[in-house]
Structure formats: C-alpha cells, structure tokens
C-alpha cells in the first residue's frame, strides 16, 4: 500500500486520481496535509496539486457519471472527513476503470459511502438556508454567522442571491474563517480580517447593526411567542425538526 499526500483541496484530490495511473499505483492511502503525521519509514508520496492533470480527472469522471453523482461527488468531498476523501477516490478509480453506470452500484462500499455522505450534506445545506437569521449592519449589509458541520457555503449562494436577489448580505462561516458577500451583482467569497466580536450567538455587537435591528429582533420574538400554543407544545417533535444545535441561528431561542 503507497501513501498518498495531498493538501485537501478538491483539485488536490483529483490529482492524487491522476498520479494513480502515472505510477500506476495500487492500493492508496489518501491522507490530507491537514491530518498527515510524518512518519520516518515512510515519508509517503506528496501530491502536487495540479489544475490540468484535475480538470483531467473530472473530464473523465463527467463522462461517466451524470449531473446528479457529479453533484454527489462534490457533496461528499465538501463534507471534510478524511474517510470520504479516500472513499472519493477509491470511488474516482472505481467508476473510471468500468463502464459507464457502475455508480448504480451500490452494493459497492464507496459508492454506499460517497451517497451517504452526500445525503447528509445536502440535509446539512438545507438547514442552513431554513435556519440562517440575518441582522442588519449600520451600513445596510445584512449580516449572519455560521458553524456547520460541513462546508456548505458553496451549495448556499445561489438559495440566497435568488431569495434576496434586492439586499447586500454576507454570511460567514465561523469555522472555517471564510464568507460569502453579495453585492446586489454576484456573490463572492471573502475574509474578515478584522472580524468584529462575533459570538457564538447569532448576534453582532449593538454598537454595528442598524438602530432599527433591536426593535424588529423583538417584533420578531414577539410574533413567535404570541403565535405558539403553548397547549400544543411539543418539544420532542420541535427538537425533531430543529435540532437543538441550530438554535443559536434562531433570533426566536435568544430570549
């Protein structure tokens, strides 16, 4: 078994698929730069990431996979888990090396894996666009911070640029120290640098948001409490539906 090295991005990825063939490797172990521990007997091969020999890769992948395991493929290596890092490409190799249709074959253990994994990041997405709250900034950007367990941003963009297509928005990832920021135009990922106070709250500090922003939290909390029937209330069904993680998003859970 060789060791593979690569440095966690999708290109890396699909290059490492590539360097398979050229050395025409065996059996692999992918490890990422991030989770790889040196080892004195085996300093592994490091894995140059390469924008052709990748798009090279994904060529040959779309040619025998149609757009929903593209989106899948992408799903599953958005989930940052070093296990679908090797599931994708013990997958890549699998379903390069058949006829077209072997992805349907999920009796296969990285099929099952990468589909899995795609599924709960898809699940992941859509929670963040049902439980994203934004707070308007004094400058009249709508602001809102995230923790999700996988990198979703990248499948959020579009959700939000067509649901507030009119307003400036930014939603930043806490976790992974990046944002997206629209611009009435199009959508593009930023860094904060100077990154004001966040909290692990969906809140900004008073001193950013417009002076309007407190009066329509309470508004907003109002209406929920008024609106909830207590008569009713079911807590097992509501934590069912809306996990008790995502209620730091809630602007409704902060009282």
Known sequence: MELYIFDGSLEGLLTAVFE?????SKIIKLVGQAHYVPDVFDAGFHVVSD???GERVWKGLCAKLGKEWQLRFYQAYLSERPEAFQHL?????YVIDR????SENYAHPDVLAI????????REKHRMEAFVRFQKTGDGIYYAHIEPDFDVLPLVSEHFENRY???????????RKYG???????????ELGAAPQLSVVNALPAGLLDPKEELYTLLWQDYFKTTNISARKNTRLHVRHVPRRYWKYLSEKQR
């Open 20 to 24: 398979c063939y050229t050395r025409k």
């Open 180 to 190: 997206l920021y629209y611009d009435l135009e199009k959508t593009e990922e930023i």
């Open 165 to 175: 297509a009119d307003q400036r928005w930014i939603i930043y990832d806490l976790k």
């Open 115 to 122: 589909s899995q994994t795609a599924r709960q990041v898809h």
């Open 99 to 102: 006829p077209a249709g072997a």
């Open 51 to 53: 924008r052709e020999k």
């Open 89 to 93: 490409l013990n997958f890549a190799r």
